[in-house]
């Protein structure tokens, strides 16, 4: 068994309401915010056996999983994560997907 702190920060367009806090930390393991503040904190253990655990958590949580290679794509995967959340903080929102096409 394997163990892991997922932590995934989250902006917000306005600073979120007590209740919305409540929901969230109802959810998962730890969620930190400072008041006055749109940025919200998760964070969740995740112990995963194998692959088709981690599969399942992915799932869970109503996302597709996608094999993305090795561990030498974790880099060129964090930039893009990135230049996503850049992009979508600058008018684009958060409604798009970068993707790539070899011929």
Known sequence: MVGYDVSVTVTMRSSPRPHELEV?????????????????????????SDEADAVAFVESMGTRPLDAGGLAMAHALEWAGILLVGVARNGAGFDIALGTHVP
């Open 24 to 48: 969230l930390a109802d959810q998962f393991e730890a969620v930190e915010h400072d008041p006055g503040s749109t940025t919200v904190k998760i964070i969740e253990h995740v112990a995963v």
